[in-house]
């Protein structure tokens, strides 16, 4: 366990190193997204278990180490007679006084640095639950509920000093007091849409899960360092998805509206647990992402095929453990039975006396037969027929070869189905309706026909759409017309009741002002001459759409 521990503190640093490294070439090639997912590569590395392979997978080099004793032996004098002297004393060796270690060799040190380690690590774990759940704390106590955006709450606080995101079941988007009246509504609009961006991309989850990785290096400097610029990354991702399909002018705005935020006492659009990101380089990344063009789609294979090979390449960074084989019980061989004692062979007869037998007469000699009977000789076999012919070996006459077949003619059968097919071509052409389309001379009419030929071969009008741009939307326009040819007239112009309420609000605004005499009357008079031509413009466009 703790060789596992100190392998995940040590590849989990170096990856923290190697994505802090090459982070901003990323997010120039592949945009503020790609840079984000590289710190997936730490957390991965962190949940890798160890791998454990058999113990004699790998052969292990064995060292034999051999005890050595040293011996004393006596110098002899030089003999100063021609004889040789042969005797060699050798001398015990003295015993060894033990030594006892001091109080500091005595201490288990490496113990000591793993609990100081393990300890730290809780209490980091500690402070950040609990700075987080003070933080929510303090902002929900004073809490005014403005809006709703799905399960997600908008409110309003004084404790909040810029926009912030908190929350992963209890989703909740907390503004300054008085923000929505306060802010224009493009701002508004903008901070808005980038806390709810934060929350639709688990964000604040992925804040929560990697809080075990920053705590085992709650000492390292490298680890700091990797939570500002994941912050930092974070940040600028979030900026990329809201911004997505945006153009150029809207992505300058938005920048604006971001280094707005800067003076605050939380620096960036919050997220939960997340310290304020100090500085100025923050706000400059994400500027500088802000002005990057979107990622072409052969980058983004790219980058998705990098990132695939990254992820395959960590578990070369496991810890790798060797388990003993569990050999099988092999059962004891029998012990050899014992082989029975050769019995004794008799003694032998003892020879007898040669003077005893030399006078015995010598044995007749052995008779001869007559005539010997000669054994009549065997009959020859018969020989056996020859075995009859296979069928194989039959002369049988070849087969005659088939005729050729007669050659075929498809020119006229494709000729044919070309004109066929062009046929069908030009009456697909006959049929298929055409599109006109004309724009009147202020280009706030456009008339669009949509006509097709009859049978005559002459030109019918199936369907007429007029979109008009100085009628009101809210006016209705109206559908006419037969089974044979129809009229849309479209009126995508100001509505009537905005341009009213409009220009209410300007009368209103003007009144207050007019009203309000704390100000200064040179700045009082300017206010009230652009409310003059703001209400002006606003009637001679209701009066222009009147007519």
């Known amino acids: 366990m703790i060789e596992w521990l ?42 890798l278990p160890p791998l454990a392979l058999p113990k004699g997978l790998f052969a292990h080099p064995q060292i034999a180490v051999e005890p050595i004793t040293a011996t004393a032996h006596a110098v002899l004098p ?46 980091f774990l500690f402070q950040r639950l609990r700075n987080y759940r003070l933080m929510r704390a303090e902002l929900m106590a004073d809490a005014r509920l403005v809006a709703h955006s799905g399960d997600i709450r908008i409110v309003e606080t004084s404790a909040a ?12 988007v907390a503004l300054p007091q008085g923000f929505l009246a306060t ?38 400097p490298i680890g700091w360092a990797a939570w500002r610029a994941l912050r930092a990354d974070q940040e600028a991702a979030c900026d990329a998805r809201v911004m997505t399909g945006c153009t150029r002018e809207t992505r300058a705005r938005y920048g604006r509206v971001i280094a707005s935020f800067a003076a605050g006492s939380r620096l960036t659009l919050a997220a939960p647990i997340a310290g304020a990101l100090a500085g100025e380089k923050p706000i400059i990344q994400r500027l ?17 095929s990098l990132f695939a090979f990254a992820v395959v390449a960590v578990p070369c960074t496991a810890t790798v453990t060797y388990a003993a084989i569990e050999e099988p019980d092999v059962p004891e061989a029998p012990a050899a039975p014992q082989a029975a004692a050769a019995p004794v062979a008799p003694a032998a007869p003892a020879a007898p006396s040669l003077s005893r037998w030399q006078d015995a007469p010598e044995p007749p000699a052995t008779p001869q037969p007559a005539h010997a009977v000669v054994a009549p000789e065997a009959p020859w076999a018969p020989t056996p027929p020859p075995p009859p012919a296979r069928v194989s070996e039959v002369d049988v006459p070849p087969a005659p070869p088939a005729p050729p077949m007669p050659p075929v003619d498809l020119s006229h059968a494709r000729a044919v189905a070309d004109r066929a097919a062009v046929r069908a071509m030009a009456e697909v052409g006959r049929n298929m309706p055409q599109v006109e389309q004309s724009t009147s001379s202020n280009g706030k009419v456009q008339t669009i026909r949509i006509t097709r030929k009859d049978g005559e071969g002459g030109t019918k009008i199936q369907q007429t759409i007029t979109i008009d741009s100085t009628c009101p ?12 040819a129809s009229t849309t007239y479209v009126c995508t112009g100001v509505p009537r009741e905005a341009l009213n309420a409009g220009a209410r609000a300007i009368s209103s605004a003007k009144a207050t002002i007019a009203a309000n005499h704390g100000l200064d009357a040179m700045i009082r008079n300017q ?5 003059d031509k703001e209400l002006a413009d606003a009637r001679a466009e209701m009066q222009g759409e009147a007519n």
Do not use: C
């Not at 206010?527 to 409310?531: D, F, G, N, P, T």
């Open 288 to 304: 500088k992402a802000l002005a990057t063009l979107e990622v072409s789609p052969a980058r983004r294979v790219m980058a998705r």
């Open 473 to 484: 939307a809210d006016r209705s326009g109206g559908n006419h017309g037969n089974r044979s």
């Open 78 to 123: 030089p003999a100063t007679s021609p004889s040789v002297v042969d005797t060699v004393v050798t001398a015990a060796p003295s015993a060894a006084v033990p030594v006892e270690p001091g109080l500091l060799a005595q201490i288990p040190w490496f113990s000591v640095l793993i609990t100081v380690w393990l300890v730290g690590a809780a209490v």
């Open 6 to 47: 100190t392998d995940t503190l040590v590849m989990t640093g170096v990856l923290m190193a190697l994505v802090l490294l090459v982070r901003r070439p990323v997010s120039r090639w592949f945009g503020p997204a790609a840079a984000y997912a590289l710190w997936a590569l730490p957390v991965l590395r962190l949940v």
């Open 527 to 531: 206010i009230l001459a652009e409310l």
């Open 161 to 172: 000093a810029s926009p912030l995101a908190f929350g992963v079941r209890d989703r909740v």
């Open 183 to 220: 802010v224009d509504s493009e701002s508004s609009d903008f901070a808005i849409a980038h806390e709810l961006e934060h929350h639709a991309g688990n964000d604040l989850l992925a804040l929560i899960v990697l809080q075990p990785l920053f705590a085992l290096h709650w000492f390292n």
